[in-house]
């Protein structure tokens, strides 16, 4: 019997009903919400720690006028760091792994940062494609290629994460079956797959704090260019 070692990235169903919303909707349970009391515990201490640094160091370059999206990239990053976190469990579904579900995401971002450029500073917005002092014969050929990097922006957004988690976990899965079937036939070398499926469980759980880092990151990037 063949394994498809693709069908732990399909949406699972049940009695027809997709459960990838249920998916979706997990991290904001997980999390406690503000309190009216003066004392915090140490859970939501904690967490209000991370947020503030988190802000203030992607916020750092990014001008005054641009803080206003520190709300909402803030929850992109804790979103999308509890999904790629709770996928590594067993018997999970990770959303991220989907492309659609990340190009949902990266591209109405990306298409607000680009409204937010063109109507506080059209000038300097069109500016990026065209570099200050280029020769007359590759103005058109530079306003090409810059146009088609600005539209590559959410694709590249989108495949980086997926790309990332889907070849992570596809590589957990063909370690954890070679281990699995060695393990009746080689139990030293059965022993020694596990020691490294270990090892490369602890380098994706890494993988996927930076894949969430990354994509919040990036869309900052594009967001300092247009404030």
């Given at each position: 019997?063949?394994v498809n070692f693709f069908d732990q990235f399909m949406s699972p169903v049940f009695l027809g009903i997709p459960l990838i919303a249920l998916a979706l909707s997990l991290p904001?349970?997980?999390?406690?919400?503000?309190?009216?009391?003066?004392?915090?515990?140490?859970?939501?201490?904690?967490?209000?720690?991370?947020?503030?640094?988190?802000?203030?160091?992607?916020?750092?370059?990014?001008?005054?006028?641009?803080?206003?999206?520190?709300?909402?990239?803030?929850?992109?990053?804790?979103?999308?760091?509890?999904?790629?976190?709770?996928?590594?469990?067993?018997?999970?579904?990770?959303?991220?792994?989907?492309?659609?579900?990340?190009?949902?995401?990266?591209?109405?971002?990306?298409?607000?940062?680009?409204?937010?450029?063109?109507?506080?500073?059209?000038?300097?917005?069109?500016?990026?494609?065209?570099?200050?002092?280029?020769?007359?014969?590759?103005?058109?050929?530079?306003?090409?290629?810059?146009?088609?990097?600005?539209?590559?922006?959410?694709?590249?957004?989108?495949?980086?994460?997926?790309?990332?988690?889907?070849?992570?976990?596809?590589?957990?899965?063909?370690?954890?079956?070679?281990?699995?079937?060695?393990?009746?036939?080689?139990?030293?070398?059965?022993?020694?797959?596990?020691?490294?499926?270990?090892?490369?469980?602890?380098?994706?759980?890494?993988?996927?704090?930076?894949?969430?880092?990354?994509?919040?990151?990036?869309?900052?990037?594009?967001?300092?260019?247009?404030?």
């Amino acid at each position: 019997m063949m394994v498809n070692f693709f069908d732990q990235f399909m949406s699972p169903v049940f009695l027809g009903i997709p459960l990838i919303a249920l998916a979706l909707s997990l991290p904001w349970i997980l999390f406690p919400r503000p309190s009216v009391r003066w004392l915090h515990n140490r859970m939501l201490t904690l967490q209000n720690w991370f947020i503030n640094r988190f802000t203030q160091q992607i916020f750092l370059p990014i001008p005054l006028l641009g803080h206003r999206w520190a709300l909402i990239l803030a929850s992109l990053m804790i979103f999308l760091l509890t999904l790629n976190m709770l996928g590594l469990l067993p018997y999970t579904f990770t959303p991220t792994t989907q492309l659609s579900m990340n190009m949902a995401i990266a591209t109405p971002l990306w298409l607000a940062t680009v409204i937010t450029g063109m109507r506080n500073q059209p000038t300097h917005a069109l500016g990026h494609l065209l570099p200050e002092g280029t020769p007359t014969l590759l103005i058109p050929i530079l306003i090409i290629i810059e146009t088609i990097s600005l539209f590559i922006r959410p694709i590249a957004l989108g495949v980086r994460l997926t790309a990332n988690l889907t070849a992570g976990h596809l590589l957990i899965q063909l370690i954890a079956t070679a281990a699995f079937q060695l393990l009746p036939i080689m139990p030293t070398v059965a022993l020694s797959t596990t020691v490294l499926l270990f090892l490369l469980t602890l380098l994706e759980v890494a993988v996927a704090m930076i894949q969430a880092y990354v994509f919040v990151l990036l869309l900052s990037l594009y967001l300092q260019e247009n404030v």
